[in-house]
């Protein structure tokens, strides 16, 4: 193995070790220690395998770091994304680039799932890799209680 240079997500970190996990492809790594990681941040860095064995990692060099915020609005979705969700189906996700950077992605579930819907979006590992590859640094979750909308927002510094 040799070393990897990507965009990683640290999905668990311990005093000790830490989790990173590309957001590209997917793949884990257990780092062997934990340099100051935390839970969402996210890593423009290289990582390569810790002799003799090459079972862990070590973070080689890190070009950037930021972290992903996760937020469970008490917000009502915006005007556009109700529009948005008005044109879909349950079921349906819609996405559209926001001006800028960032995404909004739209999604309708019966009206009994919004709230459980939307946080399985704030604890799902997939949504800080979305993120990250997004270049946000802020996702915004709002949904209605009376509403089948779930409007995530991947929001730029």
């Known amino acids: 193995m040799s070393e990897k240079t990507g965009t990683f997500v640290v999905t668990h970190a311990e005093t ?3 989790i990173v996990r590309d957001v590209d492809t997917a793949q884990v790594h257990t780092l062997a220690s934990n340099p100051g990681l935390e839970v969402h941040d996210v890593l423009e860095a290289t990582v390569a395998p810790e002799p003799p064995l090459e079972v862990a990692w070590e973070v080689i060099d890190v070009a950037e770091r930021r972290s992903i915020e996760l937020v469970d609005s008490d917000l009502e979705p ?19 680039e926001r ?21 399985d979006v704030l604890e799902d590992d997939e949504t ?7 270049e946000a640094v802020r996702v915004e979750v709002r949904h209605s209680a009376d509403d089948e909308a779930v409007s995530v927002r991947y929001l730029p510094d």
């Open 128 to 134: 800080v890799a979305r993120a990250a590859r997004l």
């Open 99 to 119: 001006a800028g950077t960032g995404e909004i992605h739209v999604f309708c579930v019966p009206e009994e799932e919004v709230v459980s819907a939307a946080q």
């Open 16 to 18: 000790e070790s830490a």
């Open 78 to 96: 915006t005007q556009h994304a109700t529009e948005l969700a008005a044109e879909a189906e349950i079921g349906d996700l819609v996405r559209e």
